[in-house]
């Protein structure tokens, strides 16, 4: 009786290499779909934080402005004071920045317009001012304060 020898079955070496071709072009599309995912989830972070940051300072002036009697801005300084018979709160527009009282607000908001009794004014009383952002248009906050009637006794 004679013994067959039989083949092991296995795959060649080319069959072999094309497998790890395969292998590295799918684990390359796989990391460039990551990287690209990553980018655009930090992307809709930083757009989320610049709201909420936007959001924050605008809710602040407009409780401030409806809680002070006299509201004054200098030009000059790029500065807000809003004053009452207790308490006085005082703004600095920076470039990057917002300071209202020692607290920095990380904004690019500028001041666009500052009105008194519905007059753009370029300083001295206010009751009115309009902030926009010099890269999206869309981010533009109109805060006023309402007026009591002896305000507009001269």
Known sequence: MLKVQKKAL???????????????????LAFSVLGLVNKQMSDIEGNYERRTENN??????????NSTSEIQYSIEWDKLVLQNEMDSIVYLFGDKYIIREGDSLKTNLKVLRVLHQGVQVNEGFVDAIELRSPVDSSQTFFIFKRNAAIDFIN
């Open 10 to 28: 296995s795959f060649t070496l080319s069959e072999m290499l094309v497998v790890l071709l395969l292998t590295l072009i799918v684990v390359g």
């Open 56 to 65: 924050l300072l605008r809710q602040a002036m407009s409780i401030d402005f």
